[in-house]
């Protein structure tokens, strides 16, 4: 993405010793999760000014929860998600552009501009959505799992969902199936700590932690918002499921810095307005990870504007494509409804890529 071996200091790469991480892994880190931000900034400006219309929830100070675990996955391990996917996508390989068309509803999106913000899938590199329903994803990844097994391949099925969904029946079916049949799964919680405008500690008895317990799936909780913690987390699972250990679950601690969806108020009356400034002052990922680059020497200010200047300008394309790609036409009704045959007459969902 940007020449990040400019950018390695000369300092002590002690700060990164804890998590096992090379000063350019970490470098890679930043510069994807500035691209999140400034994607995701992006999408907000073109809601407001009534160019991408329908639902909309933003990952914005989710990053990295998003960055950290998928930078231990390969590509072709599956990955799917809720409605809060636009960067899960990015990181998983849908192109920039494709996921931005989408929001835009425009014909190089990368499902075609019919789906929208809630539905973006890039098959080719096994991202599979971009789901509406809460926890409508997890029985999903749970058939991936049981496919991936069923075939002795040795992927991994990662499943994101926000913590409303533990409290879905489809949540602890899955769970169930998926450990008594020792599948290849993680399910990831992207504890956020509301659902909509209902705090978690309101709707269970519970904590996040022990959800997994009565199906025996192993959990682990880890802060979502120091994205090398996360990865050196993901990057040890991956291997165990990989390796046959079965499934696991994970409790992502992590906050969002914007409303439910475009249509919420950032706070509201279910969340004080300070706990929000307070979680954006001190819990931002970027400025987690920033603070230890700096430390380390590993990262300077000059370096730091020349990063964020390459996300804006991805960022920026992406929203140029948007604006240039057509609306789909009316061709395009009854395409996507039904599989397709191709010439060698075999069934095929159209996963093609799109830039
Ligand atoms: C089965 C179902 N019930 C209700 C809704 C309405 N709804 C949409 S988002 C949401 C909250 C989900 O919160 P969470 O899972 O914590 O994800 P977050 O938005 O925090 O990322 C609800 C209840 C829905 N989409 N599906
Ligand atoms: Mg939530």
């Not at 009534?50 to 996955?73: D, R, V």
């Not at 709707?203 to 025996?216: E, I, L, R």
């Not at 603070?291 to 996300?311: H, I, S």
């Not at 991805?314 to 057509?326: C, G, K, L, Q, V």
């Amino acid at each position: 993405m940007t020449d990040t071996k400019t950018r390695k200091g000369t300092g002590k790469p002690e700060v990164l010793k804890p998590y096992g991480v090379s000063a350019e892994l970490a470098l890679e880190l930043m510069q994807e999760m500035l691209l999140y931000r400034r994607f995701e900034e992006k999408a907000e400006e073109a809601y407001a000014i009534g160019k991408i219309g329908g639902f909309c929830h933003l990952h914005i100070g989710q990053e990295g929860a998003c960055a950290g675990t998928l930078k231990a996955l390969r590509e072709d391990d599956y990955v799917i998600s809720a409605y809060r996917e636009h960067t899960l996508a990015i990181a998983k390989g849908v192109t920039p552009n494709a996921v931005m068309a989408e929001l835009y509803g425009r014909i190089g999106g990368a499902s075609g501009g019919k789906g929208g913000s809630m539905h973006i899938f890039g098959t080719h590199v096994r991202f599979m959505g971009g789901h509406g329903i809460v926890g409508a994803q997890v029985p999903l990844a749970t058939g991936f799992a049981w496919k991936i097994k069923y075939r002795a391949e040795d992927s991994v099925a990662v499943c994101f969902m926000g913590d409303a969904a533990v409290n879905q029946g489809a949540f602890h079916e899955s769970l169930n199936m998926a450990s008594v049949w020792e599948l290849p799964v993680i399910f990831v919680v992207e504890n956020n700590q509301y659902g909509m405008g209902t705090a978690f500690d309101r709707v269970s008895t519970t904590d996040m932690q022990q959800k997994s317990a009565a199906h025996g799936v192993p959990a682990t909780s880890v802060d979502g918002q120091d994205v090398l913690a996360t990865y050196a987390l993901f990057r040890e699972l991956v291997q165990e499921v990989r390796d046959g250990a079965g499934p696991k679950f994970v409790n992502l601690e992590t906050y969002r810095f914007r409303g439910h969806s475009m249509s919420d108020p950032v706070s509201g009356t279910y969340r004080p307005t300070e706990e929000v400034e307070r979680r954006k002052k001190e819990d931002d990922p970027i400025v987690v990870l920033r603070d230890k680059l700096f430390a380390g020497g590993l990262l300077d200010q000059a370096g730091l504007q020349e990063m964020d200047a390459t996300a804006r300008k991805i960022a920026s394309e992406a929203a140029d494509f948007a604006e240039n790609s057509p609306v789909p036409g009316p061709e395009n009704l009854y395409r996507n409804v039904w599989a397709e045959v191709n010439p060698h007459g075999r069934l095929f969902f159209d996963g093609r890529r799109r830039d």
